[in-house]
C-alpha cells in the first residue's frame, strides 16, 4: 500500500518545490513560523492556504474572516473552490474573530478594499506586519507597492510608517492582479531601454472577481468591457512599481499608460495585449534577451516560491493562453509571446500571468519571503 | 388555428423589416431577382440564405458549393448551425456546381480566401455580379471595398474592371469581420475631425473562423491571442475604407494603427477596445453627436438591410456585450460606449458587431442594395 | 426613412405573431386589460415584461420588486440582462411596493418561494387573481399547476378556493422550468399508452437559478450535479400535472419516476435524457404520430401565446440542442429527439425546452390566456 | 539557484509518486523498458507521453503517427495541447512510420478505430504487445478488456491469442472513457450485492473526442445529445468488464443497462447519472462502505500508477464536479457523490472520472503495469 498523504492528490504541488531548493533555509527553521490569513474564506484567501501548506518557513496558525464565519470549523466557513483538497489540518481550524487579539505577528490579508481600509491599520498598529493583496493603500506614499523581482528595494518604505518604528508593524502591499503581469514584462525592458508609452488591453478571468463575484449569465458566451476601478490601478501601480526610489520616497515612472480592461469567459489567468514604446531603441532579440536572461533577487537568494525564470517567452505564433500557460513557474511566471512590430508605437506582444497565484496570494507570499530574508519579519 | 408559417419560428426575423419599410419597392417588383450563393454551405453561405429568406428584392434561385456537395439537397449538404430553421424551399434545392454556367447573374460568394482568387474572376469574365465577402480581392486598386454607409462612392471603382467594360461582370467586396466595427465607429469621428492614429485590441468571436474552425479543446475557457494574417487586414482594410476616391482610384487614409487580434469563446460578436487620436481635437459630447446623428446613404434611400442608426452608443458603464447588443439593429448596427479619455491618445472606447451579420453576410447584402440602387445589377 | 420603432431591433419578436394571429381577439379588446408583475426586476420579471410587449390582450401597469427597488425607475431598479431593449414605457415606470394596494386585478407573479408564500395569499385575499410562477403553493390541494396543453381542465380547483368565494381573488400556478419539457412531452404518450415508469436526468441552463444565480466560478468548464429541491419537484409535479380532475380534486398519476437533475454551462434551456415505461406497448411510429399530432385547447382556440407546435420531433440525430433549438415556436415548444428502444424500460428520447419562457414567464402567461378566455379574469 | 528542471513547472506531476512510492521497483530496474507509442501525437497520445514521463519502469523509446508526421520532430508533429510542457527529450524525438518494424516489443496504442482494426493486429503478429485504448477489439472474445481494479483476471484471455502462442504478441484493451468511471462505481457493489439494472445519462468532456474533436460552435452554450456509437459502447463494455472468467472465456453480466451520452462544454471528466437496482437489498450506509474500502490488486501490489483508492466518496451536497475533482487520485480515482434513493430502481447516484487519464491512458498504463507485473511482459 502506498503511504503517500492527502497531498499526492493535488494537482497543483502547493510550490513544493521549495522543500528540495532550499534544504538549508529548512534546516535552520526546524520551528516554521507561525502566520495569519485576514479574509481566509475568500478566493484569494483561499490560494494563501493552498500555497502556504508545505511551505517551508511559514505555518498557517490562524485564520480570520467575516463575523458569520467566525468560529466555524474552516472547511464549513469557506466554500473551497480549489482542485486541490482542503488541507485536512485547516479543514478543521477554527476561523478566529478578524481582530488583532490573539493573532500571529505575520499575518497575510485577503480583504476587500473597503474592510482593509479599516481592518490593516488596526494590525499594523497593534504591531503585526501586514503584507496585503488588497488595494486600499497600495498607493500610500510610505507603503511598499512590490513585486520582489522588480522593485524589492522599494520594501524600505517600511521603515517610514509609524507604526514599524513604534512597536514593529507595518503593511506591505503587492499589485492589483492585472498590474502584475504587465509590469514582469516591462521591468527588463524598462531597465535596459526605458519604457516611454504603454498601451494595452486586458483579458482578465473571473476568478480575478472573487467568489461569487461574476454571475455567469453576464460571462456565459460574452465579454465585459469594463471592470471598476481596474483600469485606473493598472496605470497607477505600474507607475509606481517601476519608479525608483530616491531619497526615502518612491519617484514614480512618467511614461504615459493607456489600460482598457475586459473580462472573458476564463477562469484564471489575465491575458494582455501590449504596445509600447522605448526611449532607446531595441531590436526584437535584444528584447527578448532581456526577458529570458531576466533574473533577480528572489531568483539570487532562491526564495521558496520565486520561479525559475520569471518571464517565459513562448516562441510559438499563437501564445501565450490561459489554458495551456498559466500554471508555468507553477502559476509564478509570466509567460510573453508575439514580439512583433507596432504600426504605432515600437512593438507590441501579449503577456499572461495566473491572476491569483503571480497576482495576488503568491504575489503576497514571496513579498513575505523577501520581507523574511531581510529581516523585517524577525 | 394559426396561419403562420415555419418562418414564424424565426428568432431573428430574417430583416423582414423590410417587407414593411419599403412597400415602394416591393410593389416596383412584383417579380424578385434571382442571386446565386457560391459557398452556401459554410457559415457565411447559411447567412446568407438566412438574411435572403423574405427579401423584399432578390430571392435565392442557385446554390453553390465543394464538390463533395455538389448534387445534394441543400438541407443535407449543408450542417446548419443556425437557430432558425432552414428555409423550406432552400432545403429541398439541389446543391449546384461551382461554376458560372446555369448561375444567376448576381452572384453572392463566401468562399476560403484561396478558392475565391480562382473562382471570383471565372464569374466576373463569365460576366457576374460578384458581391463577396472574402478576402481575395479586397486591397486590389480597380476592386471596391465597401462599407455603403462610409464609402459606398468607391463602388464606383467597378467601372475601372476590364470584366464590366466587356459584358458587365465585375467584383465587390466587403471588409473583414473585424474591421467592419471598427471602421464604421471611425467613419464619423474621421469626417468631422480626422482620426491620426488608432490602437484596436479585438476579442473575436469563434463564429469568425467558419465551420468547424476553431476546436473546443482551444477556446473553452481560454483566449488565442492570434488570428493568422487578422491584425494585417484589420490595418490594411481600415486605411482603404477611410480612403478617398480621387481620379478614378482610392487613396488610402494615412493615420498610423496598430491592430491585436484575440479569439475568445464567444459564438457571435467582435468586441474591440479603441484608442484614438484625433487631428482636430473634440469634446467627448461632440463626439457621441456624431455617432448619435451619423446616417447615410443607405438609411437615406431606406435600403432594405440598413438599420436604422448605423452607431448606436450606449451610455451604461460596462456596454456594449454580445451577449446583449450583438443583435441590435437586427445584427446591422455597431454598438459603441465607454467613451473615456485616453492617457496615451485623445479618447479610448468599445465598439461592437455582429461578425457574420454586419460583419460577412449583412455586409455583402447591403453592397448589393446599394449597387442595384444604384443601377449596377440592371 | 423608416418608420421602424425601437422594437424593430428586438431578436425576440414579444410573441408579435400575436397580433396577426388573433386579430379578432384585437378587434374585441380596444383596451387592452391592465396586469401587473410582481418580482418584475428578476430573470423571469424581466422575461414577462419582454413577453407583455404587444401582447394583444394584456398590457403592463404595474411593477413591483423588493423594497430596495420601491420608488425607482423600472430601468435603473432592474439589471436587464434580456437581449431584446427594455420597452421604453416600462424603462421609465416607477416600480411599486409589493402590496396589493393600487395593484391590477392580474398579478404576474415571479417570486421566490419563501417570498411568494408570503405575499401571495395577501393579493389573493385583497381579491387578485395571482397567475404565478412560484414553487410556493403548486402542490396545494385546492391550487391548480396547470399547462394549458396538459390539464387545463385542473383551473377549476380554482372554484375551490375560499378567496375565490368570496371577492374573486385566486392563485394559479405553471411547473417548474425542469417539469414542463417533460410533462409536454409525455402528456400525449401518456394519454395513448399510459406511461408506467419515468427516468429523466436534467441538464439545466443557469438563467433557471435567476440572477446573479449560479457564479461563473462554479459553471465554467463545469457540471453541477445538484439543484436544490430541484428533483423533488419534478418528480412530484409530474405526477399532479399528469393527473385527473375527480370529483373536484386532483388525483396524482400513479407511475413512478426518478429524476436526476446536473446544472450545466448554457444560458437557456434545460435538456433532458428521458427513459420511459409505457402500460400500453407502442412503435416508435406510434409515439412520433402522437408528438406531431399533439395539439389541445391553447392550439384550438389561438391563444396569442401558444405555439402552434407544442411537441416538435426532430429527426436528426444529434438534437434536439439548446444553441439551435430553444427558440422554437418562439419559446413555447418543448423539442424532442432521438427516441430509441430502452434497455431497461421501452423508450430513450432527449427533450429541450425554454426555461425562462416555456418554462416560467411564458408559461404563466399562457395560463392567463386560458384562465381569460373561459372567464376567470373577468 | 534552483537546480529544478523542466518538469518543475508540471502541473500535474506526471504520476511521479511512483517515484516515492515504489522505491524498491525502481532499483530493481535501473535500465527502463523501452516503450512505443502509435499515435502518439493525438490527445490520448499527449497523455501518454505526459504520464511516462518519469514513469519508474517505462520509458517512451519510439513514437508513430500518420504518415503526414512520420520523420517529424515530435513538438512539431504534435499540436501539443496539454497544460504541462513537451518532455524535453521526447519534444525532439522523430516520428517513426506506423509499422512495427523496429518499434519496441511494448506498444502503447492510441489510434482511431478503423486504423487500429488494421494496425494493431500487425503489431501483434509481430510478437508486440498492443496495449491499446482503442475499441476496435475491446469486445472480441479473446482480447481482454480490462480495468485493472476491477477485473484484471480478464488478462489471462491473452493466452488463447494465437498471436501469444506463436510468438509473443498479443492485444490488450481498456474500456471506453464513459464505461470506466461507472463500472469502478458499479464494481465493489456488484460484487457485494449484485447489480440487477443500471440507468446512466451521461455529460461528457470535449477532450474525449480528440483533437481538433468538437467544433466550438456545437459546444459553446450547448449540450449535444449524442455521440456516435457512445451509448453501445458504454452498455455492452459495462456487461463484459463486469463478467466473470469462466473456463477461458468472459461470461458477460447479465444485468440490464441502458445509458444516454450527452457532450457539454467541459474540458476534462465524464460526470455521469447512475441508478441503479441492486439483487440483494443494501443500506446506504452498507454502499458507502464498499466504495470506500474497495482497494485492489494494483492497491495491493501498488503499481506506480495505481490511485491510493480507486472509489472516493465525497459526502458533500453537490459534488462531484469536474472542476474541482477531476485530478483526484492524480485523475486515476474516480468520485461519486449524492447517493439517494431511487423513485424507480434502488439507489441514484453521480460518479465523476477523468476521460483522458482514467479513461484512456492512463487506463492502458496500469493494464500494463499489471501486464508488467504478471509477467506477460518479459
Not at 332 to 353: E, H, I, N, Q, Y
Request: hydrophobic residues 40%.
Amino acid at each position: 500500500m502506498s503511504g503517500v498523504g492527502p497531498s499526492s492528490d493535488n494537482l497543483l504541488p502547493s510550490l513544493s518545490k521549495a522543500a528540495t531548493v532550499n534544504k538549508e533555509a529548512i534546516l535552520k527553521m526546524p520551528n516554521k513560523i507561525p502566520v495569519g490569513i485576514l479574509g481566509a474564506t475568500g478566493m484569494v484567501g483561499q490560494r494563501f492556504v493552498q500555497l502556504l501548506e508545505h511551505h517551508p518557513w511559514f505555518e498557517v496558525a490562524w485564520l480570520a474572516a467575516s463575523e458569520r464565519s467566525s468560529g466555524l470549523p474552516y472547511a464549513e466557513a469557506s466554500r473551497w473552490k480549489l482542485n486541490t483538497p482542503i488541507p485536512e489540518r485547516i479543514a478543521k481550524m477554527r476561523v478566529s474573530d478578524a481582530a488583532p487579539d490573539g493573532a500571529p505577528k505575520i499575518i497575510f490579508a485577503a480583504l476587500d478594499a473597503g474592510i482593509a481600509k479599516e481592518l490593516e491599520p488596526q494590525f499594523a498598529d497593534a504591531g503585526h506586519a501586514v503584507i496585503t493583496n488588497s488595494s486600499a493603500f497600495r498607493m500610500q506614499a510610505d507603503v511598499p507597492l512590490v513585486i520582489p523581482e522588480v522593485n524589492g528595494d522599494h520594501l524600505k518604505l517600511i521603515d517610514k510608517q509609524p507604526t514599524r518604528k513604534r512597536n514593529g508593524g507595518f503593511i506591505a502591499t503587492n499589485p492589483n492582479c492585472s498590474a502584475i503581469g504587465l509590469v514582469m514584462a516591462l521591468a527588463p525592458l524598462h531597465r535596459a531601454f526605458g519604457v516611454d508609452a504603454v498601451f494595452v488591453a486586458t483579458m482578465q478571468a473571473v476568478s480575478g472577481a472573487g467568489y461569487p463575484g461574476v454571475a455567469s449569465l453576464d460571462i456565459l458566451g460574452n465579454v465585459i468591457p469594463f471592470i471598476p476601478k481596474e483600469e485606473e490601478k493598472l496605470e497607477d501601480e505600474t507607475r509606481k512599481l517601476l519608479g525608483v526610489l530616491e531619497n526615502g520616497a518612491v519617484k514614480d515612472a512618467t511614461f504615459k499608460i493607456s489600460a482598457q480592461c475586459n473580462r472573458v469567459a476564463v477562469e484564471d489567468g489575465h491575458t494582455e495585449s501590449v504596445s509600447i514604446k522605448l526611449k532607446k531603441s531595441a531590436k526584437a532579440e535584444e528584447i527578448l534577451e532581456q526577458w529570458r536572461s531576466f533574473r533577480a533577487r528572489p531568483q539570487e537568494i532562491s526564495l521558496p516560491t520565486a520561479p525559475e525564470q520569471p518571464v517565459i517567452y513562448d516562441c510559438s505564433v499563437d501564445r501565450p493562453q490561459p489554458r495551456l500557460d498559466v500554471n508555468r513557474g507553477r502559476g509564478m511566471s509570466a509567460t510573453v509571446g508575439r514580439l512583433r512590430p507596432c504600426g504605432l508605437l515600437d512593438w507590441k506582444f501579449s503577456v499572461l500571468s495566473h491572476n491569483t497565484i503571480r497576482g495576488a496570494a503568491g504575489a503576497a507570499l514571496l513579498n513575505a519571503e523577501l520581507l523574511k530574508h531581510d529581516g523585517y519579519l524577525d
